[in-house]
């Protein structure tokens, strides 16, 4: 087997030199540098990424496996994000890491990779960089935090911030309670132990055949984790002996199989665009419509918020994503690949549910078939939009009302919390420059609070439009990723107060009733204005390169691969 890093420490004198010498100040034998596989460990541990802060202790494990299986491990980090604390959005920076992990993967000795992510943005990123490199790549989620506990109930991370925030703003709570309710929530290590964003990308991970079985969702502080982190150390050796690489394992099955299982899942609809990101740079053709057709058949499964009832916790004591895997039988590609080198339906043949009220059976299933992402289109939506019509209150999936518009989502905020607020119940809420390009960043605004004069009426949902995303941990009528944006001059940028909006989910419409001469005459009169802030730097990388949310948000040029070729080195 000729090993990629052999380009490095199997060199010839001087150059041979360099490459082992300052090496030897990290303590490392002799035979370090014969021939065995070079295994990096990417770590997107930070202490401002809370959710990823116990990966250092996992890469530690990892280690172990790499060591006993003969190989050499090297833990980096790159950049990271977390959703809690980056402003204005952490998807501002998933592009980001992705190119850090990329270009860190190909200008070092690594035969193999070892991905350790967990919180939102960390998972898809680390997929897309790794995949435009193409080396043998195991990915392992830190695992959710345990359940909330709050004074007798379950309570989940996001999901319960929204609910209890919009109880408080009604005035059914106090400040005591939401502060006592805030010290439950995340009380061990972990990424969010709702069906969000993170939780959903380590199941579609794991279902992509990227993650050992039990990766997704043992929770983070059970001891079982740091096992597979041993098992994926040595898994990752075989694999560069395979020559197992992600192109071989991820295919247009695989990513058929992720939509089909985020479905079963009432996973979030950030997976959307995740998808889409890591697909275009593997060159899987991947569409927006492939997120509604291949799901169409599928009712929702598992009983987790903010869908439903459960956590993390319970799904993985339920037999996790693989009892899942087993429920959908033959709805999936069994043959698909797995990094086990075994194929889907190999890894859980045994698999079995343990808990039907969190697992349901498709004769008992949490929501309807069809009831998950649907991807409308229409005069105000020409390239697409999404809905979680789980999330979404049925009464308003046919909806006809009148558009009330803010350019900003702060002037709408403001407005909302006003007493003489004049946003009737049955209007619908726009929001606009709120996508990729426009925010900048696409951030998970798309949920916005409902006015406080009407929340305290009892109206509970209303119809909320906009470019942006929403926390795969929120809930509510909400239209996402209107395309093209409005920042890049799509029929939402065009959208006055006062005209009539018509979302129809079941025909997978969203328009807007003004007529084709008004419409010219209102795009003459528009200009692209640029975001504050994006003349230099990675915001001006960032707006002149984002792609529409369409396509998955990536930049224009990273779609694709430049693979895993050893760099020239001229000393
Ligand atoms: Fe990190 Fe939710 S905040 S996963
Ligand atoms: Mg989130």
Redesign the pocket.
Known sequence: MSLRSAAWFAAEGKTGIMHRSWLRSEGLPDDSFEGRPVIGIANSWSELTP?NVHLRELAEHVKRGVWQAGGVPFEFPTTSA???LVRPSAMLLRNLISMDLEETLRANPLDGVVLLA???KTTPAYLMGAASVDLPTVLLTGGPMLNGKYRGTDIG??TSVWRLTEQYRAGEIGAAELAEAEGCMARSRG??MTM???STMAVLGEVLGMQLPGGADLPADDARRRTLAHLAGRRIVAMVAEQLTMSRVVTRASFENAIRVNAALGGSTNAVVHLLAIAGRLGVSLTLDDFDALAADLPTLVDLMPSGRFLMEDFCYAGGAGALVAELGERLDRAARTVTGRTLGENYAAAQCHDREVIRTFDDPVKPPGSHIAVLRGSLAPAGAVIKQSAAAPELMRHRGRARVWDRVEDYLAEADRPDCDIAADDVIVVRNAGPRGYPGMPEIGNVALPKRLLEQGVRDMVRISDARMSGTSYGTVVLHVAPEAAAGGPLALVRDGDVVVLDVPARRLDLEVDDAELARRRAEWRAEPAPGTDRGYLRLFVEHVTGAEVGADFDFLRGRSGADVPRQAF
């Open positions: 959710c977390g959703e809690p967990g919180c939102d991370s996001g990424h969010c969000g964003t993170a």
